[in-house]
């Protein structure tokens, strides 16, 4: 994966996430860490669980935010696996400022880590078949840019950032607007130059968007054969996307029905931290 699928969001979001975790933590200050000498600390990262690094700008501002001078030696880079028990980085700074940093620090790693590696799971499942694994917009509030980052760490692709960058015409729009193709027009007129993806729940649906060309259509919830019958009838014109329902288990055999993408909320809705451990080196 290139550096430039891997670049993280800008400095101004990171601090900005950084800033409310830190705020929630510290509050009025850091009793406990009152009681130490404020003396240059060394410090490693474990990490206890084979896992996918991702996450490392929003660790790093962390410590720099109570201690400019810190510094971190990373020995794995994001979007890499990590075995078990590996020591991840080695890191330097001021004690008060290091141990008040470190859960909010590690609370962005085991969150966007766990991310990236159940991405990975579900890209490895779909290993030599034309379909892309796309995220959704069931993200953590707060911290959508974050995880979608962590999902192309993770080898998986984003789906649209939020409401503002794609036309998606779900089932309560073509409902609310009077059809798929009343929607369509309305939103050739209003917004020419969005991409557009139309929700579809029936073949005859698909036939019908098909006819309309939108830039992707969505399969939600179809059964295998009816993914496959809607790849036939597609022939290439339209991309399409399942969506509803996805697991591992039956990842493989939807990935064969030819779809070019499916889309899974529980790359970030589902979240297993992945374990990680601070430890001062005397």
């Known amino acids: 994966m290139s550096q430039r699928e891997l670049r993280p969001p800008d400095a101004a979001v990171i601090a900005r996430d950084v800033a409310r975790s830190l705020a929630e933590d510290l509050g009025s200050g850091d009793l406990t860490a009152d009681l130490l000498p404020d ?14 690094l991702a996450g490392t700008p ?17 020995r794995f880079a994001d979007g890499e696996t990590m075995p078990a028990g590996a020591t991840v980085c080695v890191m330097t700074g001021r004690s008060r400022a290091l141990l008040s940093a470190e859960r909010c620090a590690i609370n962005f790693l085991q969150t966007l880590s766990g991310t990236a590696t159940i991405t990975a799971h579900y890209v490895a499942a779909v290993a030599g078949t034309r379909t892309r ?20 760490c993770g080898g998986g692709s984003n789906h649209r950032i939020g409401l503002f960058d ?8 073509i409902a609310a607007a009077g059809g798929i ?19 579809v729940e029936t073949l005859q ?11 992707r259509i969505l399969l939600d919830n179809f059964s295998l054969a ?7 009838r597609s022939a290439g014109r339209v991309p399409l996307e399942a969506s509803g329902g ?15 993408f499916i889309s899974i909320g529980a790359l970030t809705k589902h979240v297993h931290a992945v374990d990680f451990s601070l430890r001062v080196v005397q």
């Not at 959704?136 to 980052?149: D, E, I, M, S, V």
């Not at 649906?205 to 830039?215: H, I, K, N, T, Y």
């Open 58 to 74: 929003w660790f790093e501002a962390c410590l720099h935010a109570l201690d400019s001078g810190a510094r971190c030696i990373w």
């Open 133 to 152: 694994i796309l995220d959704t917009r069931k993200t953590l509030p707060g911290l959508r840019l974050a995880q979608k980052y962590a999902v192309r």
């Open 166 to 173: 794609m036309v998606l015409i779900k089932e309560n729009h």
């Open 205 to 215: 649906q698909l036939d019908e968007a098909l006819s309309l060309r939108p830039d």
């Open 39 to 52: 003396a240059p600390l060394r410090a490693q990262l474990l990490c206890r669980e084979q896992a996918v």
């Open 226 to 232: 009816d993914m496959a019958s809607a790849v036939q």
């Open 246 to 260: 996805v697991d591992l288990q039956h990842l493989r055999a939807i990935a064969a029905t030819g779809v070019d």
């Open 181 to 199: 193709s009343a929607a369509v027009t309305a939103a050739r007129t209003l917004h020419p130059e969005a991409p557009m993806e139309v929700e």
